[in-house]
Every structure is written in C-alpha cells, then in structure tokens.
C-alpha cells in the first residue's frame, strides 16, 4: 500500500514537481496546500503518513504549521522543503520536530532518498 503524502508548498510549479517525483514509486500526493493555515486543517481530514513543507508562505509560515501539526500528532513525519539554507532555520526545523530538510531545487532521487530514510527510521 502507497505512503500518503501532503505537500504544503505556496508554488503550484513546486506542487506539480514533488507531484512528478513521486509518481511511478510507493508514495502518493493524496494533498496539496498552499498555505500553513490549509496545511494544519487538511492534516486532521487527510491523516497523511508524511508532511512535505515549504518554509515561506504567505500567513502562517511552514516552521509555525510544522509546529502546530507536531502538537496535533506528535508522531507526524515532517520533511521541509526550501531554498532557505540558513543554519539556524535547519536547526529550528530539527528542534520542532522535522524528520528532514531538503534543499530546492530538488531532484528525484533527493526526494526519494529523504522520505526513504524517514520512513525505515
């Protein structure tokens, strides 16, 4: 049985990527949110097996909606994704709770690789 995927990204393009990587692999986008907001509602209705968040959005910010879906269900899985390479935004992002980081742009099998090690952890 596929893994469900949430993606939470403010770029349709980024959707559409995440969506191209993983089609044809065990991992299927079930969602796509654009904003921290819609990510935390959708969480509690879609019940994803893993979260991949964006950090720049619009209103409530990825680090905020990661933290909020972490207080929901502490054993979310949370991959952010981001051009944001700043240190100390990868180092808040472990101490909330995120499983990964991945770096855009991204490839295929960066993508793979990630929710393949967050999943056999």
């Known amino acids: 049985m596929s893994k469900k995927i949430m993606v939470v990204d403010d770029s349709r393009v980024v959707q ?8 044809d692999s ?10 921290g907001e819609e990510a935390v509602n959708q969480y509690q209705l879609v019940k994803p097996d893993l979260v991949t ?7 409530m910010d990825g680090l905020e909606a990661a933290r909020q879906i972490l207080q929901l269900n502490p ?4 991959l952010m994704v981001s051009s944001l390479a700043y240190d100390d935004t990868i180092k808040e992002a472990q101490e909330i709770g995120a499983k990964g ?3 855009k742009p991204f490839d295929r099998e960066q993508v793979l690789k990630s929710l393949n090690n967050i999943f056999s952890k």
């Open 26 to 35: 065990e991992y299927e986008v079930v969602s796509c949110c654009q904003s």
């Open 101 to 103: 980081f991945i770096y």
């Open 53 to 59: 968040m964006d950090i720049l959005m619009p209103g």
């Open 75 to 78: 054993d979310a899985k949370i």
């Open 16 to 23: 559409l990527q995440l969506q191209k990587a993983l089609s």
